[in-house]
């Protein structure tokens, strides 16, 4: 059990007020034998400090903020969807390995963000899903160091570039799925997202690549926007239904939409991926055990993770590298049992 600053001064024989001073390092009056005594009951007895204090007397925080912009309607929390909270957990388990702590905000209104930040004296920012401008006005309002995951957009001109993004190769991913369901022999593909921007719309461009470059005159491809609500979502999921035609597959722009998709599809008696091919991106932890087993682009979460938290601290601690601004790390194709090779005509 965690100590209090009594307890300890009691087991010394001194003053509350003298352990205080050991503690926050202010030690001019007292003797080298007391600090030596103090510092080993504090070891022993595991005194914690608390955190404010360390932002009162002007010391590091040992604070990390991590923001997420998000922009869809969660039916829980954010912490639902599986990507962001795997990428939180790992994110957490690295900032406390470097002795730090970590601080968790979300919110829609990126102004309520700048806030926050604003308001906590932390030591850096890690950003989640934010566009490159709110980014780099995040540095420009605390002048700390700051990381982002996934950023998107461009910055304006002049704004400066002062953030370094962790990303994927995106656009690869989407040509390489795309380039498979043509393989299989699919006529008609769907690229399904919430909307076509940011990421997603990374991801659709390389489909559009993979179509230019290897499709014959039969195979077409078309973007269906979602919706960023169940909703809306679910309205789409039907539209798609209505209208399909032999020799189709949705290429979903994320798990959580796909296997949603699928549940929906196979409640209203369709069979997947007999009537109809599904595949995703992220490969989330549930596309491994749905029914049927979801064909996906992986990406490495923990590999994010942990390179944003490592770039983040060498910044903190005056490490600074002169690593390329844009990171992008490399996606893997997985095929699983949603996605079949099409009969070929005669």
């Not at 929390?77 to 994110?91: A, N």
């Not at 950023?151 to 995106?170: F, S």
């Not at 269906?224 to 209505?242: E, I």
Request: proline letters at 2%; hydrophobic letters at 40%; a neutral charge.
């Amino acid at each position: 059990m965690a100590a209090t600053i009594k307890e300890i001064a009691e087991r010394a024989g001194v003053s509350t007020t003298t352990v205080s001073n050991v503690i926050h390092g202010k030690t001019k009056k007292v003797s080298p034998a007391t600090i030596q005594k103090i510092e080993g009951l504090i070891r022993e007895m595991g005194y914690v400090q608390k955190m404010g204090l360390r932002v009162l007397n002007k010391e590091s925080s040992q604070l990390i903020a991590v923001v997420i912009n998000y922009h869809k309607d969660f039916r829980d929390s954010i912490l639902g969807d599986p990507f962001y909270g795997k990428l939180i957990g790992f994110i957490e388990e690295y900032v406390r390995k470097m002795g730090y702590y970590l601080i968790f905000y979300s919110a829609k209104d990126v102004e309520d963000i700048f806030r926050m930040v604003m308001g906590w004296d932390v030591d850096g920012v890690i950003a989640l899903s934010f566009s490159r401008r709110n980014c780099e006005k995040i540095y420009q309002l605390i002048q700390k160091p700051i990381v982002s995951v996934d950023a998107y957009g461009e910055l304006e001109e002049g704004q400066g570039n002062h953030v370094v993004n962790i990303g994927l190769d995106d656009e690869s991913g989407g040509y390489m799925m795309t380039k498979y369901l043509l393989e299989c022999g699919y006529e008609h593909i769907k690229v399904c997202a919430g909307r076509d921007s940011g990421v997603d719309h990374l991801r659709y461009l390389g489909a559009q690549r993979a179509v230019d470059e290897l499709a014959d005159g039969r195979q077409k491809l078309q973007f269906v926007a979602l919706g960023m609500n169940y909703a809306k979502r679910r309205d789409s999921y039907a539209w798609l239904m209505q209208r399909r035609k032999p020799k189709t597959a949705l290429f979903f722009l994320s798990d959580v939409y796909a296997l949603e998709a699928v549940s929906f599809l196979c409640d209203r008696g369709l069979h997947i991926p007999q009537d109809l091919g599904v595949a995703g991106y992220d490969n989330i932890s549930f596309a491994e055990f749905s029914a049927p087993r979801l064909t996906t682009v992986k990406q490495d979460v923990e590999q994010k993770a942990k390179l944003a938290v490592k770039i983040l601290m060498d910044r903190i601690q005056g490490r600074e590298t002169e690593e390329e601004r844009d990171i992008r790390l490399p996606v893997t194709l997985i095929t699983r049992k949603s996605v079949m090779v099409q009969e070929r005509e005669k």
